[in-house]
């Protein structure tokens, strides 16, 4: 497809099933933990969709590039992915759905932060100044609140180191030269690197196994197969195509989505914090990836 200039009714749709997607994942890893423990989970999922992107890499004819500069970079950008989700798994084993997905998807605050004093032209406008203030708020609200018990104040901050580790990565894809390569290949280190580091890991936090049945093996499938193979390459497809301001708009979407499912799912509490919160990082994460008024 040739590049657009503005987001279509492909693109809407698109985004709108990702993030259905990327919230029913929240709540499969959730239930997930389970039947596995969940760094293992963690691991085995970047193994498994190490192995379909091998696949759909042969399949496609692309060849695996150890471009000269991007080692080092690439071994990063996988201890990164790691410690992304470590955060976020371990944090769904202690907190609901709603808390980790709102703090984990604070990334584009983050992200506009660091953007501010790291990226050329990426500097803090008025606007994105009063989004960062909703999206703060927001945070304060989910973290003031436990949800009758079913939260905890470490889990939540757990899952926000998780939103840190997915802003380190779109700034080392950024800042490095593996913003050179293909999306497969960047695909190929966080997958590569972190399954190496997950398993390695994973004895520290318990036996691998609690109580698994088909349905925990039927998530961890979809897990590799729709969100971490070819889930993470179909928004890259949409990133070449569309603005990618207008893809990142969307990402408001996503916690929204998890909070919902998770209280119509899960059965979990949804106080008035928790709703506020919602809107407010939503509120927030549109109004810092608004495109800039053209003069």
């Given amino acids: ?43 085995v999922r970047s193994v498994g969709a190490l192995v ?18 991007t080692i080092w970079p690439g071994i990063l950008l996988g201890t990164l992915f790691a410690q992304e989700f470590v955060a976020l798994f371990w944090a769904l084993d202690r907190t609901t759905v709603s808390h980790a997905s709102l703090l984990f998807y604070t990334m584009p605050v983050i992200l506009s932060i660091a953007a501010h004093f ?11 100044i009063v989004g960062l203030g909703f999206a703060m708020v927001g945070v304060a609200l989910v973290l003031s609140g436990q949800a009758g018990g079913q939260a905890s104040l470490l889990g939540d ?9 997915w802003a380190a990565i779109a700034l080392t894809l950024r800042l490095t030269k593996l913003r050179e390569i293909r999306p497969e290949m960047q695909l190929f280190w ?17 036996p691998f196994l609690r109580d698994p049945g ?26 070449t195509i569309y603005p990618a301001s207008g893809v990142a708009s969307f990402a408001f979407l996503t916690p929204v ?10 059965n979990e509490t949804l106080g008035w914090n928790v709703i506020a919160a919602m809107v407010m990082v939503a509120v927030g994460i549109v109004l810092i ?3 800039k008024r053209k003069r």
């Fill in 52 to 69: 379909v992107l091998l696949i759909w890499m042969r399949v496609r004819g692309i060849r695996l590039e150890f471009r000269k500069g």
């Fill in 118 to 128: 790291l990226l050329p032209g990426e500097r803090l406008t008025p606007r994105r």
């Fill in 190 to 206: 966080q997958l590569s690197v972190s399954a190496v580091i997950l398993l390695a890991v994973a004895p520290l936090f318990g």
């Fill in 257 to 266: 989505l998890s909070v919902c499912l998770g209280w119509l799912l899960l």
């Fill in 289 to 291: 990836n608004l495109p």
């Fill in 214 to 239: 088909p349905w925990h093996y039927a998530g961890l499938g979809f897990q590799i197969i729709a969100v971490a193979s070819f889930g993470f390459l179909f928004w890259a497809f949409l990133i």
């Fill in 157 to 165: 901050l757990v899952a926000l180191t998780g939103a840190f580790g």
């Fill in 1 to 43: 497809m040739e590049r657009k200039d503005k987001m279509d009714a492909f693109g809407a749709i698109s985004l709108i099933v990702f993030g259905v997607v990327l919230a029913l994942n929240q709540v499969v890893v959730k239930l997930g933990n389970g039947g596995f423990q969940p760094v293992f989970m963690a691991g």
